[in-house]
């Protein structure tokens, strides 16, 4: 079966850190676009990182850049979200998305990844 789970989601306060993990299971990550985005009650899902190993191509949302980082881990079928100095604003389910062949696309739509986990939340307070 092929699929995506997310794992690693949780509560913390402000200023910590999570470490997010996107497995996937039926297929490797190799030669396939990897996302993050995250999305609040009601409101659209945005993108947040991305990181290709097909073109090389990356993303990262302004938001949080210079706090979050992907990685990609040398079993081929998962990627990591590590997320530091979190805020109360990134607070938001976050969900992993795969493509084959794809590279990270500039506006970051999400017609453009095929694979999708159900997601795992995030909620950062005090």
């Known amino acids: 079966q092929v699929q995506l789970v997310e794992s690693g989601g949780g509560l913390v306060q402000p200023g910590g850190s999570l470490r997010l993990s996107c497995s996937a299971s039926g297929f490797t990550l190799d030669n396939h676009a990897v996302g993050w985005f995250r999305q609040a009650p009601g409101k659209d899902r945005e993108a947040v990182i991305c990181t290709s190993s097909s073109d090389g191509s990356r993303f990262i949302a302004d938001s949080v850049k210079g706090r979050f980082t992907i990685s990609r881990d040398s079993d081929r079928r998962t990627v990591y979200l590590q997320m530091n100095n979190l805020k109360p604003e990134d607070t938001d389910r976050y969900y992993c998305?795969?493509?084959?062949?794809?590279?990270?696309?500039?506006?970051?739509?999400?017609?453009?990844?095929?694979?999708w986990g159900q997601g795992t939340q995030v909620t950062v307070s005090s």
């Open positions: 998305a795969a493509e084959y062949l794809g590279g990270c696309p500039r506006r970051m739509n999400l017609a453009e990844f095929g694979y």
